[in-house]
């Protein structure tokens, strides 16, 4: 029988079982479920567990026991309670370390300030001078900028990391969806391993939990934008493992059936080698909690856009994350850009709490907002927004899609098209999205 507990402070407090009690209650009634006996058999079932993984001369850690706890909520399907558990854990976390700041005042004032500097240099601060590129030729030109700033903040960012190479054992590249990951891990990857600098890419992707257990809506949409659906403390484990020399076996995701399978791939970190985790919830501080501050480096990345409407408002660093994501949600994924902006109201509640909260936590912010892309983006997207309005406009519980296309369709309407998507540079970050011509 387990008998004591290690308190986060280190010290030692006698096992409560009625605490788990205590603790589900809180998180089942967050979702309206009051059935206590349910309640009841789940908090014996987490002391069985306990019992089963420490001996009678071993005391578990209070984040042991929430470990169990949220697997004993996921394998019994309780997917609705696991959440709220997990929100709640994170948030008395955030309260303990006073994590209280607004989302701008995450950002680094100064690459805010650098981006609007640079766009009053090329004269592309307004949408309406950002047209006339367009009107008078130029714009051509301010794509070639624009490629050339985001490559040197991607030196700037290699440079860092440089600096650090002898103590970094895990690079977590991070930031909310469509932020542009994908080709900014992999030019980052190429400019550092021109110093032989080599990467074990870690997938977060194949933790999540079997399809069977997400959470889904009464759309029959999944909601996978929270750090919830992942196994998180399986993969602080195996991040934690690999950095200590030892051999892991990563899962694979089966994303077409929704399972998790295990297929006996081997995983060590060789001498020399960094861990790469690229993953919008890379940041979690849960994901990598057991590995010392010191050994890793975090970029996060946003669409830092300081350009102004006709209006004088700043367009919105989501709208452009949006945008991106529903072109490449239509040529990747084979989603209507409607489906898409049905379903960005998980994707951006899911940054909210559980993706930008963790800026603080990065050691480089990085733009990768392109001055140019508005008008390329109007190109693939403009036809779409009208009929997105009027399928969402009459549906009370879809208010904030039409609230979103209608934005969309009144910011896209200020701006003249580009219909040469191919002046684009192949390896652009844009690229990303659009795909290649």
């Given at each position: 029988?387990i008998?004591?507990?290690?308190k986060r402070?280190?010290?030692?407090?006698?096992?409560?079982?009625?605490?788990?009690?205590?603790?589900?209650?809180?998180?089942?009634?967050?979702?309206?479920v009051?059935?206590?006996?349910?309640?009841?058999?789940?908090?014996?079932?987490?002391?069985?567990?306990?019992?089963?993984?420490?001996?009678?001369?071993e005391?578990?850690?209070?984040?042991d026991?929430?470990?169990?706890?949220?697997?004993?909520l996921?394998?019994?399907?309780?997917?609705?309670?696991?959440?709220?558990y997990i929100?709640?854990?994170?948030?008395?976390?955030?309260?303990?370390?006073?994590?209280?700041?607004?989302?701008?005042?995450?950002?680094?004032?100064?690459?805010?300030?650098?981006?609007?500097?640079?766009?009053?240099?090329?004269?592309?601060e307004?949408?309406?001078?950002?047209?006339?590129?367009?009107?008078?030729?130029?714009f051509?030109?301010?794509?070639?900028?624009a490629?050339?700033?985001?490559?040197?903040?991607?030196?700037?960012?290699?440079?860092?990391?440089?600096?650090?190479?002898?103590?970094?054992?895990?690079?977590?590249?991070?930031?909310?969806?469509?932020?542009g990951?994908s080709?900014?891990?992999?030019?980052?990857?190429?400019?550092?391993g021109?110093?032989?600098?080599s990467?074990?890419?870690f997938?977060?992707?194949?933790?999540?939990y079997?399809?069977k257990?997400q959470?889904?809506?009464?759309?029959?949409?999944?909601?996978?934008?929270?750090?919830?659906?992942?196994?998180?403390s399986l993969?602080?484990?195996?991040?934690?493992?690999?950095?200590r020399g030892?051999?892991?076996?990563?899962?694979?995701?089966d994303?077409?059936?929704?399972?998790?399978?295990?297929?006996?791939?081997?995983m060590?970190?060789?001498?020399?080698?960094?861990?790469?985790v690229?993953?919008?919830?890379?940041?979690?501080?849960?994901?990598?909690?057991?590995?010392?501050?010191?050994?890793?480096?975090?970029?996060?990345?946003?669409?830092?856009?300081?350009?102004?409407?006709?209006?004088?408002?700043?367009?919105?660093w989501?709208?452009i994350?949006?945008?991106r994501?529903?072109?490449?949600?239509?040529?990747?994924?084979?989603l209507?850009?409607?489906?898409?902006?049905?379903?960005w109201?998980?994707?951006?509640?899911?940054?909210?709490?559980?993706i930008?909260?963790?800026?603080?936590q990065?050691?480089?912010?990085?733009?990768t907002?392109?001055?140019?892309?508005?008008p390329?983006?109007?190109?693939?997207?403009?036809?779409?927004?009208?009929?997105?309005?009027l399928?969402?406009?009459d549906d009370?519980?879809?208010i904030?899609?039409?609230?979103?296309?209608?934005?969309?369709?009144e910011?896209?309407?200020?701006?003249?098209?580009?219909?040469?998507?191919d002046?684009?540079?192949?390896?652009?970050?844009?690229?990303?999205?659009?795909?290649?011509?």
């Open positions: 029988m008998k004591k507990i290690y402070d280190g010290t030692v407090a006698p096992f409560n079982s009625q605490k788990i009690v205590e603790a589900i209650t809180k998180a089942a009634a967050e979702v309206g009051k059935d206590l006996d349910l309640i009841k058999k789940l908090a014996d079932r987490v002391v069985v567990v306990v019992e089963q993984t420490f001996s009678a001369e005391a578990p850690t209070v984040e026991m929430q470990d169990i706890v949220e697997q004993i996921v394998e019994a399907g309780q997917s609705n309670i696991a959440k709220a929100l709640y854990r994170q948030k008395r976390k955030e309260l303990r370390e006073k994590q209280t700041k607004q989302e701008i005042e995450k950002i680094p004032y100064r690459v805010i300030w650098e981006t609007l500097v640079w766009n009053l240099e090329h004269s592309c307004t949408i309406a001078k950002l047209n006339e590129h367009i009107k008078i030729g130029t051509p030109d301010l794509i070639k900028a490629e050339k700033r985001y490559d040197d903040e991607v030196q700037k960012v290699a440079e860092t990391i440089l600096d650090r190479k002898d103590k970094i054992k895990l690079l977590i590249i991070a930031g909310p969806s469509s932020s990951k080709t900014t891990t992999e030019r980052l990857a190429e400019v550092l021109q110093y032989k600098i990467f074990l890419k997938s977060v992707d194949n933790y999540f079997d399809k257990i959470i889904q809506d009464k759309y029959g949409d999944f909601d996978y934008e929270g750090p919830y659906a992942l196994e998180i993969i602080n484990k195996h991040l934690f493992d690999l950095t030892k051999t892991i076996e990563m899962p694979f995701y994303f077409p059936t929704g399972d998790r399978q295990w297929r006996g791939e081997k060590k970190l060789e001498p020399g080698q960094i861990i790469l690229d993953s919008h919830f890379g940041l979690y501080d849960r994901l990598s909690e057991k590995i010392p501050r010191p050994q890793k480096f975090g970029l996060y990345l946003e669409t830092l856009c300081q350009l102004k409407d006709k209006d004088g408002r700043f367009v919105k989501t709208d994350r949006l945008l994501r529903m072109i490449r949600d239509y040529h990747y994924r084979a209507e850009p409607i489906k898409t902006i049905g379903h109201h998980y994707v951006r509640r899911g940054e909210i709490k559980n930008i909260p963790n800026i603080s990065a050691d480089y912010v990085l733009n907002s392109l001055a140019y892309e508005l390329i983006l109007k190109h693939f997207l403009f036809k779409y927004l009208p009929e997105a309005a399928v969402y406009q009370p519980e879809k904030d899609a039409f609230v979103r296309a209608k934005r969309l369709y910011l896209l309407s200020e701006v003249e098209e580009w219909s040469h998507p002046d684009v540079p192949k390896n652009s970050l844009l690229r990303e999205f659009i795909g290649q011509a």
